[in-house]
Structure formats: C-alpha cells, structure tokens
C-alpha cells in the first residue's frame, strides 16, 4: 500500500504542488527523486498527443520518446536511417514498392503484439484524419481511397509501401522517419474509436481513435505516455515492453515553465533536473555555477515572420522586401539570441543538403522607406503580428516592432500561447506571424516544400505548407519544388534547392532570421543527457542519476 502511494505521490508531480510532493518523498539534500527526470520546458504549444495530427515541437519530443517508427533517424551519420520496428527493407527495382520486416515478437506498451497490420492501420488512419501532418505520407500519391492498396499487411510480419514516383530511395526513407509515420496499437485505438455518420469532419465515418489519442495513448517507445495536462505538465513512464534497451529512469516529467529566469532559479534549488528554454543572461550565469552544466546542439530549426498576403499592404512585392531590410539582425545576435541562435536567412539549416550560405539583408531604414515609397505606402501603415508569449519570440517581436517604426510602421503585437497562436496562424487569420519552424525529417525536401510549394492556395487547399498559410500563390516555384524532389544526382539537385532559396530570399514574404542552437542546464548528477539535431531525436532513455 506505501508503494502505491509513493507512486501515486511521484505521478501527481506535474500539479502546482509538485516541489512539495518531492520534498516529502525525497531523501534529504535531493529534491527530485532518484527514479524521476523533471525538466523545466514551454509546452504550452502541444495542442494533441495523436501522432496522427500532432505537428508541434514540443509534442514531437515526447512522440519521439514514446512511440516507435519502421526507420528512424541514424543520430551517427543524419544523412541516413536505421531499423527501429523494422529490421530490414528492400526497394523494387521500379523504385515504386517498399517492402519492410519487422523485428519478431514486438509488442506495444498494452502487451498487444505488433504486426504489420498494425502498420498498416497507422498510415490508414493518419491519411483518413487528413489532420495537418498528413501531407507527408500524401505527398507519395497516397489517398484514403487508395491507402488500403498502397500501404498493406502483406503478412503479421511484412509491411508493403508503394508510391506514385520513383523517388530517391533516401527521401522515402527520410519520410518514414517522421513522427506522422508512428505505428499505433490498433487494437487498443479501436476501442476507442467514435462513430459518427459520413460528415466533412468524419468522412469515413468515425474518428479513428483520434479524440481519445489527444490524450491517450497506444505506442511502444521507451517510454509511455501516462498523463498530459494543457499547460502544466507531461508525464511518461517506462514501458517495460520495449524491445530495446529500457530507459533507466522510471519517469519522466516535463514541467510547463516559460519563463527562463523561473527555470534557472528551479534547477538551482534543485527543484527540476534540466532547464529547457533559456535566455543568454540565464545561460551564462549557470555556466558559472559549479553544481550545474551546459549543453548545446544545432537544430534543424529555422526562426522566421511572415507576411499574410490576404493582407493588400503585405501583399505588395516591394513590402515583403521592405521587412526583410527592417529587422536588426546584429542587434538581436548579440543580445537576446545570443548562445541560442545564429543568423541565418535561408530555409535550409546548416548541414542540409543545399543549403545556401549567405546573409544579404542588413538593418536599413532607407532602403526600407524607398521600398515603400514604390510602393505607394511612404507614410507606412498599421499592422498586427501574432507571438506566442516567452522567449526569444517576445523579445524578437518587440525588438521588429521598435525597427519597424522607424519606417513609419505600426506593429501591434497581439500575445498568446503556442496553442492560440498555432490555431489562428493555421486558419490563416493573421497579418504577420512569428514563429520556428522544424524540419519533418532530414531531407532539403522538408524545408522547400513547406517554403516553396502550394499546389492549391484555395482555403479548401490540403497542403497546407507555410506558403499556403500565408496565401502566397506560387505556381512556377511549387513546380520547380517538385522537380528537385526527383532529381536523383545530389549535385544537380543541391544546385536545384539553393536556387529555391536564392528565390525565396528576393520575393517571398518570409523573413528568416536565425537558426536555433538548442540550449540546456543541467544537474551535474544526470549522466546520458544528450540533446539531438530534431526535436524528436530528445531521447531520455539513456538518461540516469548518479
């Protein structure tokens, strides 16, 4: 009975009593205990835990760490995959037919054997939802008509895979490593599935699982999702079934905590193992103190405004260009993104195939205010920007503001959380939105898509890519998009990709500013805690105590 309740002390860590909940439980001069990882982290933008419709960073973190994909991500050479649930693969010599065989005897956290069925219902269920990800098993010419017949249970243990185009082998497999592409437990979500009749939201009758996998669960990671509360906390447990190594820590709690001076002044107290989103002035001042350590990592994550082109001052050509000479970028790097953030105005991240090197825009007020004299706007004009409250946006928003003024015009910044921000950005209600975006998985295609492609700029569109959330009709570059994607001489194509970007730069309405450089304190006592170049790739397994 005391163990039960020890346990049930350790779960309910994520209210607002939580340091005092491991106080209790605590021996003394340790305050989180022995068996728990409590990290300090903004994830107020987690707006579902349904790998079939979860598209946030925060909640790619957690997928990552509690489901399981056919391949995933070779954290030792990012330009390829390796087996997960899958232990070995083999293309058709058409290039159309994947082909995958599972590891034997997996089984998910509920004890449920996995089988290719199992496969085959998550990408079923992922291109039936049709919810924000899906566009990423779409794209192969996939279908909830045709879906059935392209991803198929050849047997329990074989996976079959087949795509409109011969793709280069290394961007299906890139592909498959997303977190859309996270295997469910079929059986435990048909449980759980609401029927509904044929509706514009239940097209195919029921919901899949999908309101009870908002917060539910039904994976096989190392780690299983016990509790998600919006904007307090996230919790894992360990799942003993995992086939592989088993994490060494029984839990995992993430704290929502915003604000980087609360996480510091925590991790000293030792009331969280790990500080998550910290500003310069807090990261160096952990640097200094002896009890704690640093570490740091290159994301595949870009940070970037854009401009609305429902809105008829944004629209004009010579205004997207205005914006991007009206952000001081050597102010910001030295300041506010300082250790966690390089100047980088491209859409590919460093280390990507084609990524073009080069800053052109500088802070210019003159060049600005003749960009908007031609066009008919020297007197400026109001406009609104959506930011999701914390830093670095906050800073960087009221930073753009103070510049943007400069040239006559007026920025409201309209605060919010990740989730409400998120929400009205993907309706396409906004003026000017703030915000990151991640890389899918790790292939140029992933950034050039959603950049530089818009197939149908309707609001009925189905690819809903940054270009469509910001209604930028792009006929010609979306076309080109699709060409590189089948180039198959990496050179050739490398050239194809910094052309888009070359593109994007002279007429887009984004404004790239920087990529991220992942930061973290630490408790010098934690041993394994890594951070890796995806969101996704947070693994916590490998995490202990000494």
């Known amino acids: 009975m005391m163990e039960k309740l020890a346990l049930r002390s350790r779960i309910l860590l994520a209210g607002a009593a939580m340091s005092a909940l491991l106080l209790a439980g605590a021996p003394a001069g340790a305050v989180t205990p022995a068996d728990t990882l409590v990290e300090g982290f903004a994830i107020d933008d987690i707006i579902s835990m349904d790998p079939g419709e979860a598209f946030e960073l925060s909640t790619a973190e957690v997928t990552g760490n509690t489901y399981d994909l056919l391949v995933r991500l070779d954290l030792s050479d990012t330009s ?54 899906a566009f990423i098993i779409e794209q192969f010419g996939i279908s909830g008509d045709n879906v059935a017949d392209k991803a198929k249970a050849v ?107 609360a996480q ?84 590919l991240p460093k280390g990507v195939l084609g990524e073009l090197d080069g800053n052109p825009f500088k802070f210019d007020v003159a060049k600005a205010k003749e960009l908007l004299a031609k066009a008919g706007l020297a007197d400026g004009f109001s406009v609104t920007m959506d930011v999701r409250t914390g830093q670095p946006t906050t800073g960087m928003a009221e930073s753009i503001q103070q510049t943007l003024g400069q040239a006559g015009i007026k920025l409201e910044i309209i605060p919010g959380d990740g989730k409400q921000t998120l929400t009205k950005y993907r309706a396409r209600n906004h003026d000017i939105y703030i915000g ?18 818009n197939p149908d700029n309707s609001d009925a569109g189905k690819s809903k890519t940054l270009a469509w959330r910001n209604a930028w009709d792009i006929p010609d570059l979306t076309k080109e998009t699709e060409a590189a994607l089948l180039e198959k001489d990496s050179g050739k ?13 002279d007429t887009s309405p984004f404004v790239i500013i920087h990529q991220q450089l992942e930061v973290a304190g630490l408790r010098k006592n934690l041993k394994g805690f890594a951070l890796g170049p995806s969101f996704d790739t947070n693994f916590v397994g490998p995490v202990s105590k000494e």
């Open 80 to 133: 390829k995959v390796k087996a997960d649930l899958a232990e070995s693969w083999t293309v058709s010599d058409d290039g159309l037919t994947y082909t995958f065989k599972l590891r034997p005897g997996l089984k998910f956290a509920s004890g449920n054997p996995i089988t290719a069925a199992d496969v085959a219902y998550s990408f079923e269920r992922v291109v039936k939802l049709d919810k924000s990800p």
């Open 155 to 261: 047997d329990d243990t074989t996976f079959q895979f087949t795509v409109d185009k011969a793709y280069a082998p290394s961007f299906v497999l890139n592909c498959l490593s997303a977190t859309v592409a996270s295997v469910v437990d079929s059986k435990l979500v048909k449980e759980h599935v609401v029927k509904a009749a044929p509706t514009a939201d239940y097209k195919w009758g029921n919901d899949f699982g999908n309101a009870w996998l908002k917060t539910g669960y039904a994976g096989s990671g190392a780690y299983k999702l016990r509790e998600w509360r919006a904007n307090e906390a996230v919790v894992m447990e360990r799942n003993d079934n995992y086939y592989g190594e088993k994490a060494k820590l029984a839990r995992v709690i993430y704290r929502n905590m915003k604000e980087s001076s």
């Open 264 to 347: 510091r002044l925590a991790l000293e107290a030792g009331d969280i193992d790990v500080a998550r989103n910290l500003e310069p002035n807090d990261l160096d001042a952990i640097a200094k103190n002896a009890d704690l350590v640093t570490t740091s990592a290159p994301k595949g994550t870009v940070y970037y405004i854009s401009l609305n082109q429902k809105n008829a001052n944004l629209a004009k050509p010579e205004v997207r260009q205005a914006f991007k000479y009206l952000v001081d970028y050597d102010a910001l790097g030295s300041t506010i993104l300082k250790g966690i953030g390089e100047i980088h105005q491209t859409f």
């Open 436 to 453: 990151q975006w991640g890389q899918d998985y790790f292939d140029p295609n992933s950034n050039a898509q959603t950049f530089a492609s």
């Open 493 to 505: 194509r490398a050239d194809m990709y910094k052309d888009l970007q070359q593109k994007i730069l």
